[in-house]
């Protein structure tokens, strides 16, 4: 008879003991999961063993951690009938916990969520663990530290203990790996293939209880803990990486094992992992291993990871035309941020400016500081457009017909712009607090159900406190709600100010008639409304009420503070939903008909309303304040192919993001390529499986787009210099 031990490892452990906390009971799981879990090894023999596994029970290191699949334990039943008894008692106490921690809501804010309008808290997050904890000191200076702070927090031990079996959980599969490298490497025909096994094998002798001593073994301990934690993030990969290179005097075989872990992260769609930078007195820290991994970028060509690079006033020439090489192929890699505003935002929030000098980005491009926080997530999104349609329609959803939001008095009646715009704002912020409301809902029912002893390991603060990582353990604990559909609604707001206050050219009861009609019948007042000044293009006025919509909720939100212990912060990044937010839409003072996709996918105009050039677009695009977004603040822009084809070209470009970031831009990102390759991707996909644009803050490839993201991409303004 098989053993349930081995049948569903983690269900087994986590039930050995019922008299003991939740998440001690989690760290049991861990590790008995890895006594008898799969041992594997990708493709290209790197360790690939997660603790998502195909068994009824996993831990799902992104999201909800310990996850009990009811269904697949369900069918273990059928399968292994001897433990069918056991395994329905299992079930019957998992629904009870599960009703313990059901999200609890009020109807007004389910409402708001199903409008599209916000949402906050259903995503458990990215993350940016200090992988080189593991890789440069080892499971056993982490022993010490729990062995040092254990006895300040007596009442905490479950928390420690459970960290300690999830060490041991680490130490064993390091072991395991081990005894199944020389397993494959007696078996090995490929003489190559066996030294490296062979290599691994004696890695494995030392890491991950000790720190590695080359490259090889940097490489065996990164990806065995990167693997167990849901090959998420690597963030800033050359710098805690850079130790083991610079003991490795073979750079071969640096290069062969980058190439190595780029399958990887390409197989596995592992997300952000970033480039140079500063430190605090503004010295550069890109060294030899950042060049290697653009050369690796432009070499594979792929839209994984999302690579970002860091740049500052001190980045070197040598570095600037590396990132134009590599954006030439067409990837949209690296995405460039800029140190000078970055940590200017992050210090304004009270982080240090050592450890805002170390931040890095996961998923997309939110923004954590590396393996010291738990910020760096979307814990939220506000949907502008939406909130402008409550102003125009006193609360009521013109989708649905329904009341979701608050009632702000009747634009009909409203005798000023400023009237109409204080309900606009008054809309916005009430939205804004209930998706701050809502992630704060989600965060304290993570932090008493969803423990994760893993991560707790390896960022700051968690040990050193005994808290857990979701239970305000490291050492920054911010939120981020990000804004969505900016520029639609500043474009909607400076067309009622102009048309229906400043030039009275139409009534505000002509302007509701005409959205309640989609248009239709109203051509004339659709035309001007449609072709009225834009955001995007140097015009001071637009980007003053745009801008101005934008500070109200970045000063909403620092307001709200975060069940874990920070504040609530914001940035612009739409990921793929930009379109989807389109289509929940009714009509716009700007043009937009009900339920057109077409919408702003980042801080820039939307797309193809920008007509007067990058300097312009640029202009606009800085009178917000960068320095009140703590998190990705995405602006992208169109490049035509062939212009990055000459010296010039790319000249030209690192000229123009030099003087977007001098002026105060935070963050910029490119879609390289050919109008002719767009379109003829739409109409025959087929034949350009590999063309690669930038969607909201990442690549992916254009084929794989719904066609409203295709639209998107198409309608960009290219950028000619």
């Not at 081995?6 to 590790?31: N, Q």
């Not at 005894?179 to 293939?193: H, P, Q, R, S, T």
């Not at 309900?423 to 804004?432: G, I, K, N, Y």
């Not at 005409?514 to 293009?537: I, M, P, R, S, T």
Request: some cysteine; glycine content about 8%.
């Amino acid at each position: 008879m098989i053993s349930l031990a081995k049948i569903d490892p983690f269900l087994y452990g986590y039930f050995l003991d019922e008299t003991l906390e939740h998440g001690e009971r989690v760290g049991l799981a861990l590790l008995n999961a890895a006594k008898n879990i799969e041992i594997r090894f990708s493709e290209k023999l790197l360790p690939e063993t997660s603790f998502e596994t195909k068994y009824g029970t996993s831990f799902y290191t992104p999201s909800e951690g310990l996850r009990f699949e009811i269904d697949n334990i369900e069918k273990l039943t059928e399968e292994f009938p001897e433990h069918k008894e056991t395994l329905k008692e299992y079930i019957e106490k998992i629904k009870i916990f599960r009703s313990k921690s059901q999200r609890l809501n009020c109807e007004l804010t389910d409402s708001l969520d199903r409008s599209g309008a916000e949402w906050g808290g259903g995503w458990g997050g990215h993350s940016n663990p200090d992988y080189g904890r593991i890789i440069n000191f080892g499971t056993e200076y982490i022993r010490s530290v729990i062995a040092e702070n254990r006895v300040k927090y007596p009442d905490e031990d479950w928390f420690y203990r459970s960290c300690s079996y999830t060490l041991d959980a680490i130490d064993i599969i390091g072991e395991r790996y081990r005894e199944e490298a020389l397993k494959k490497a007696e078996k090995c025909e490929n003489a190559d293939d066996k030294a490296f096994l062979i290599r691994v094998a004696k890695a494995f002798e030392s890491v991950p209880k000790k720190p590695a001593y080359d490259f090889t073994s940097a490489m065996c301990s990164f990806m065995l803990i990167f693997a167990l934690d849901g090959s998420d993030s690597p963030g800033r990969f050359d710098q805690y990486m850079y130790p083991a290179y610079t003991k490795t005097e073979n750079k071969a075989e640096v290069t062969d094992l980058l190439d190595r872990l780029w399958e990887y992260f390409h197989s596995h769609r592992s997300w952000n992992l970033c480039i140079s930078g500063s430190d605090e007195n503004w010295n550069d820290e890109s060294n030899e291993l950042t060049y290697e991994i653009l050369a690796m970028v432009r070499k594979k060509g792929y839209n994984t990871p999302n690579l970002t690079c860091r740049v500052h006033k001190n980045t070197p020439e040598k570095l600037w035309n590396a990132i134009a090489e590599t954006l030439a192929i067409g990837t949209g890699l690296p995405a460039l941020y800029n140190d000078d505003v970055v940590c200017t935002a992050l210090e304004k929030i009270g982080i240090t400016p050592e450890d805002s000098h170390d931040y890095c980005m996961n998923g997309c491009n939110q923004i954590d500081i590396f393996g010291k926080s738990h910020m760096g997530l979307e814990d939220g999104e506000v949907l502008f457009t939406k909130c402008l349609e409550f102003a125009l329609h006193n609360g009521v959803d013109a989708m649905t017909g329904e009341r979701v939001s608050i009632e702000t008095g009747d634009p009909i009646i409203f005798e000023t712009y400023e009237r109409f715009e204080r309900a606009f704002l008054d809309q916005l912020e009430f939205v804004t607090y209930n998706s701050c409301s809502s992630a704060n809902t989600w965060q304290h029912l993570r932090a008493v159900f969803e423990p994760h002893p893993l991560r707790s390991c390896l960022i700051a603060g968690c040990l050193e406190k005994g808290r857990d990582y979701r239970n305000g353990g490291p050492v920054y604990n911010h939120g981020q709600i990000l804004a969505e559909g900016i520029a639609d609604t500043g474009d909607s707001l400076y067309a009622v100010k102009k048309l229906v206050y400043d030039e009275k050219k139409y009534t505000m009861a002509e302007l509701i008639d005409a959205l309640n009609a989609d248009f239709e019948g109203y051509e004339q007042l659709y035309h001007d409304f449609k072709n009225c000044e834009k955001f995007g293009n140097d015009i001071e006025e637009v980007d003053r009420v745009t801008a101005r919509a934008l500070n109200r909720f970045f000063t909403v939100l620092k307001r709200n503070r975060t069940y874990r212990g920070g504040v609530f912060t914001g940035g612009c990044s739409t990921f793929n939903r930009a379109a989807g937010y389109g289509l929940r839409t009714a009509a716009l003072p700007n043009g937009k008909r009900k339920g057109e996709p077409l919408l702003a996918d980042s801080i820039a105009a939307t797309p193809g309303r920008d007509t007067n050039g990058p300097t312009a677009q640029i202009k606009s695009v800085l009178r917000y304040n960068h320095t009140d977004a703590c998190s990705g603040f995405v602006f992208q822009n169109k490049f035509p192919k062939n212009m990055f084809n000459s010296e010039k070209g790319k000249a030209s470009f690192i000229a123009l993001a030099k003087a977007y970031f001098s002026g105060g831009g935070q963050q910029y990102t490119v879609t390289v390529v050919s109008p002719e390759d767009l379109l003829g991707a739409k109409e025959n996909p087929e034949n350009h499986r590999n063309l690669i644009v930038r969607v909201g803050g990442y690549s992916d490839y254009f084929v794989n787009l719904s066609e409203e993201l295709q639209d998107n991409v198409i309608e960009r303004t290219f950028m000619g210099m």
